[in-house]
């Protein structure tokens, strides 16, 4: 498909499109054929003859798409207001008289550029152009379909808000200005896309986020050159950090809670019309690893369930490639009943721990992937039931050991208990080349993969911030809020941490 689009726009280059050249209109009719012109006539946009006051003394043309305005609001608020018009006795411009008395409308645009009209329309507005008169109206009537506001599906709390963002991005706003009520919250608006023209906004607490992440930010976003944005993903991979790295630079949340938490603590949101994930820069490692619901429990719960997280992450790395190391190169760690056991298991099991812990690994991915793409009803009982009746006939095939089985079942369990649906992805990733290191090296491999990790992770940086930050480089004060959350809030003093780790 990628060819037929490249040859496509090569075609384009050699025979370029002349663009309409839009001069000051001399009739109404006229109008309507530069219209009809400029969209090659569609059959959903809607064209009105309005009789403007009693005397119907002048003309107008009423110009909307049909299935993105709100048309009993054109009659109502547009259309009857339009009927009463009279011409002041003082002179004053009809388009004046219109925009400040008759038109009762909020957003109402006075403009003689024809292509930033012609912009409006597609955005959901209705053009009114009167006969005689070199400007024209952009009226906000659009009504755009969309479903309301629900609970978030992916990111769920026992105690906290059941509230979740919608396609719609000016429900999002609302969203996040009816928690932060201040007039420091600065919204900053783009349009994206060639032919889709998808709005984006950039959103921050002026004061609290620091003004060279800000900066770059709006300077990635304004480097994008795409034909369309379909998702807030497209953006974070164009503007994140570390491109080639399997950890994610940026976090995207549904939850408002969590986007005004963000932007207390000085981080930037980005939002995208069409998708209800918005976007949170810049991120740091151990911010993966903390929940809305951490704020909701009390701080000795919260720190003792973050502690589980840190814990679960190590087993799903490291797991299966502890049991390689140690069934392989270092049996002489084990306990002799345990290597004794381990041994009877393996007695009949005809490959090596490498390719046994691969196999199951594969195949656990494959149900896990199954059980997501298959309808909601079935898709969950299918995937464990699969895991429970393939592990089972696996074990009495003897192909693998049940300590294997046992290992590879708490792996994924543990990878369920990660918050992050971005990070656990990334760990689940690297578990196969832990695996390749601990199969070829033992203990050995996997402290050089861990020193490798490491080294990778100390030097990716978030929009100038250190992604390891608070712990490296390290800052004391900030440790309240790492592995363990103290009774102070912590809002106040994220934004220190940001700025010290740019610096």
Known sequence: M???????????????SKPVTLKSPQSLDEVQQWINKYF??????????????????YKGLLVFIQDITNQDYISEQIIKPLKSFSQPADGTSPIDYLKDTILSTGDILVSSDFTTLFDDLLMGKAL???????????IAVDDWKGRQV????????????????????????????????????????????????????????????????????EKRIDKIQLDGISGSNQIEELIQDGKFSPFPTIDNTERP???AASLLEGKVIILVNGTPFVLIAPVVFMHFFQTAEDYYARFYLASAIRFL?????????????????????HQEMLPTRLLTNL??????????????????????????????RMPRAVGQAVSVVGAIVIGQ??????????????????????????????????????????????GSFGFFGVMLALFALTIHLCSLKSFGISYMAPLSPFHLRDQRDTFIRTIKSYFSSKGETLEKSRK
Do not use: C, H, W
């Open 393 to 438: 006939a696996a074990v009495e095939a003897g192909i693998v050991s049940a300590a294997m089985v046992i290992v590879v079942s708490i792996t994924a369990i543990s990878s369920f208990v990660i918050p992050s649906y971005s990070i656990a992805n990334s760990i689940r990733l690297l578990r196969f080349p832990m695996m390749i290191f601990a």
């Open 40 to 57: 090659g006539e569609p059959s959903d946009m809607i064209f009105r003859n309005v009789g403007i006051g009693n005397d119907n003394k």
């Open 309 to 329: 997280r840190v814990l679960s992450v190590m087993i799903t790395l490291l797991a299966p490639s502890i049991y390689i190391a140690l069934t392989t190169f």
């Open 128 to 138: 009114l152009f009167i006969e005689g008169q070199k400007q024209a109206f952009s």
């Open 257 to 259: 809670d969590i986007t």
């Open 2 to 16: 990628s060819f037929f689009r490249r040859r496509r726009r090569i075609e384009q280059k050699q025979q370029p």
């Open 150 to 217: 629900e609970q978030p599906s992916a990111q769920t709390v026992v105690r906290g808000p059941r509230e979740s963002f919608t396609e719609n991005i000016n429900t999002n706003k609302a969203l996040i200005r009816k928690r932060i009520r201040s007039q420091d919250l600065q919204i900053k608006s783009r349009r994206l896309g060639k032919y889709t023209q998808t709005e984006i906004s950039i959103i921050y607490l002026k004061g609290v986020a620091d003004d060279d992440v800000v900066k770059e930010v």
């Open 343 to 372: 041994a009877a298991q393996r007695e009949g099991v005809p490959f090596p721990a490498f390719v046994e812990a691969v196999m199951m690994e594969v195949t656990f991915e494959i149900l896990r992937e199954a059980g997501i």
